[in-house]
C-alpha cells in the first residue's frame, strides 16, 4: 500500500535467509534500500528471520500481492534484475496469437472504454477492477489497461493517452507533472473516494460511446394539387394538409402511387405569400421540397420528425 507520509510499505514474510536493515532489495519491477522493518505491533526491527511477517519501507513502488521478494547484493545487480524482468514481460506482451475474424469484427462494432487505474491499496484496485469489468455488456466492453497502486503519475497519463484511455483513481491522487500532462494530451481523470461513485461515472462514460439512435415520429400528410414553378425559389407544390400538419422543420417523404420515391427536407412552407412555421389539417399552403423538383400533381407528402431515443447499456 502507499502511505501518504511514508511512501510505498510492503508487508512480506521472509521465507529463507535474514532480511536486515539497509539490505538492497527487488519486488518484481521494482527495487529499493531497507529503511525501516516493522512488525505486527509497530515496534522497530534491525533484522528479521524465516517465518516472520514484517512491513517494509523503503521500495521506490508497490509490486502485487504474491509478487517474489528477493535481497540482492548491490544497486548495480538490482538493476540488473529488473532490467531482466522487464525486457521478460516485454517479450511475452509482444507473442500475442493473432485475433480471429470474429474477434475482429467484435472489436469493430463493440465500442470500448479503456481504464487506467490506481488505487490506495491492493485490495481495492483488485476489487475496483473487478468491478469495472462486471460492467461490460453487449453494446459497449469495459477494458482495464492498467490497475496498479499509489499515486496517479506522468507515465500513467502517457500511457492512458497513447492508449485512448481514461484515469480513475481511487482514494489517490495525481502528483507531479500528472495533472499538467493529462490536462495538454486531454486525459480525462476521475479521482473518487467511494466505489458507487465511480461505477456510476464510468457507466455514464459508457453511455456516452454509444451512438445516438433515432425513430421517426409521424405528424401528418398533404396531397399535391397543382404546381407553380417560381424563379429564385423553385418547383412550389399547391397542396392541401388531409391529416395531422406539416412543420417547416419536418423530414418529408414523397409518395408516388404507393411508393417511396424521394426522402428530404422541406426548403420552403408558405400560406399564400407568408412563410409559415407550420399548416394543419383542412388548410391549403404552398411547398418546396429542397431537391426535388420533379414533383407532380396527385404525389402525397408525409412529415415526420426525428425522435432522439435515450441510448441503455
Request: hydrophobic letters at 40%; charged letters at 30%; proline letters at 5%.
Given at each position: 500500500?502507499?502511505?501518504?507520509?511514508?511512501?510505498?510499505?510492503?508487508?512480506?514474510?521472509?521465507?529463507?535467509?535474514?532480511?536486515?536493515?539497509?539490505?538492497?532489495?527487488?519486488?518484481?519491477?521494482?527495487?529499493?534500500?531497507?529503511?525501516?522493518?516493522?512488525?505486527?505491533?509497530?515496534?522497530?526491527?534491525?533484522?528479521?528471520?524465516?517465518?516472520?511477517?514484517?512491513?517494509?519501507?523503503?521500495?521506490?513502488?508497490?509490486?502485487?500481492?504474491?509478487?517474489?521478494?528477493?535481497?540482492?547484493?548491490?544497486?548495480?545487480?538490482?538493476?540488473?534484475?529488473?532490467?531482466?524482468?522487464?525486457?521478460?514481460?516485454?517479450?511475452?506482451?509482444?507473442?500475442?496469437?493473432?485475433?480471429?475474424?470474429?474477434?475482429?469484427?467484435?472489436?469493430?462494432?463493440?465500442?470500448?472504454?479503456?481504464?487506467?487505474?490506481?488505487?490506495?491499496?491492493?485490495?481495492?484496485?483488485?476489487?475496483?477492477?473487478?468491478?469495472?469489468?462486471?460492467?461490460?455488456?453487449?453494446?459497449?466492453?469495459?477494458?482495464?489497461?492498467?490497475?496498479?497502486?499509489?499515486?496517479?503519475?506522468?507515465?500513467?497519463?502517457?500511457?492512458?493517452?497513447?492508449?485512448?484511455?481514461?484515469?480513475?483513481?481511487?482514494?489517490?491522487?495525481?502528483?507531479?507533472?500528472?495533472?499538467?500532462?493529462?490536462?495538454?494530451?486531454?486525459?480525462?481523470?476521475?479521482?473518487?473516494?467511494?466505489?458507487?461513485?465511480?461505477?456510476?461515472?464510468?457507466?455514464?462514460?459508457?453511455?456516452?460511446?454509444?451512438?445516438?439512435?433515432?425513430?421517426?415520429?409521424?405528424?401528418?400528410?398533404?396531397?399535391?394539387?397543382?404546381?407553380?414553378?417560381?424563379?429564385?425559389?423553385?418547383?412550389v407544390a399547391g397542396c392541401r394538409v388531409t391529416r395531422g400538419l406539416i412543420q417547416r422543420s419536418s423530414h418529408v417523404r414523397v409518395v408516388r402511387r404507393g411508393v417511396v420515391i424521394h426522402k428530404g427536407k422541406i426548403a420552403s412552407l408558405r400560406v399564400m405569400k407568408d412563410d409559415v412555421k407550420?399548416?394543419?389539417?383542412?388548410?391549403?399552403?404552398?411547398?418546396?421540397?429542397?431537391?426535388?423538383?420533379?414533383?407532380?400533381?396527385?404525389?402525397?407528402?408525409?412529415?415526420?420528425?426525428?425522435?432522439?431515443?435515450?441510448?441503455?447499456?
Amino acid at each position: 500500500r502507499v502511505d501518504k507520509g511514508r511512501g510505498p510499505i510492503s508487508t512480506v514474510l521472509v521465507e529463507a535467509g535474514t532480511l536486515v536493515k539497509g539490505d538492497i532489495v527487488v519486488a518484481n519491477e521494482y527495487s529499493g534500500k531497507v529503511r525501516g522493518l516493522l512488525d505486527d505491533k509497530g515496534k522497530i526491527l534491525e533484522a528479521v528471520g524465516p517465518s516472520t511477517p514484517v512491513e517494509l519501507l523503503g521500495l521506490d513502488g508497490v509490486p502485487s500481492a504474491g509478487d517474489r521478494f528477493n535481497v540482492v547484493e548491490n544497486e548495480k545487480a538490482a538493476r540488473q534484475l529488473i532490467a531482466h524482468r522487464r525486457e521478460t514481460r516485454r517479450r511475452k506482451e509482444s507473442v500475442r496469437t493473432g485475433p480471429s475474424i470474429q474477434d475482429f469484427l467484435q472489436r469493430k462494432k463493440t465500442p470500448t472504454l479503456k481504464i487506467v487505474m490506481r488505487a490506495d491499496v491492493q485490495g481495492s484496485a483488485e476489487a475496483l477492477k473487478q468491478a469495472l469489468l462486471d460492467l461490460s455488456t453487449d453494446k459497449v466492453k469495459v477494458e482495464v489497461v492498467l490497475a496498479g497502486v499509489g499515486a496517479i503519475t506522468q507515465t500513467d497519463v502517457k500511457m492512458a493517452s497513447a492508449g485512448e484511455a481514461v484515469i480513475i483513481g481511487f482514494s489517490t491522487k495525481p502528483v507531479g507533472k500528472a495533472a499538467p500532462t493529462a490536462e495538454a494530451e486531454k486525459v480525462p481523470i476521475f479521482v473518487f473516494n467511494i466505489i458507487y461513485d465511480a461505477l456510476d461515472k464510468v457507466r455514464e462514460l459508457m453511455l456516452g460511446l454509444l451512438e445516438p439512435e433515432y425513430r421517426e415520429r409521424e405528424q401528418g400528410e398533404a396531397e399535391v394539387r397543382a404546381l407553380f414553378p417560381i424563379p429564385k425559389i423553385g418547383v412550389v407544390a399547391g397542396c392541401r394538409v388531409t391529416r395531422g400538419l406539416i412543420q417547416r422543420s419536418s423530414h418529408v417523404r414523397v409518395v408516388r402511387r404507393g411508393v417511396v420515391i424521394h426522402k428530404g427536407k422541406i426548403a420552403s412552407l408558405r400560406v399564400m405569400k407568408d412563410d409559415v412555421k407550420e399548416v394543419r389539417d383542412g388548410f391549403e399552403c404552398g411547398i418546396v421540397v429542397d431537391q426535388f423538383p420533379e414533383i407532380e400533381p396527385g404525389d402525397i407528402i408525409q412529415a415526420f420528425d426525428m425522435e432522439t431515443l435515450t441510448p441503455t447499456l
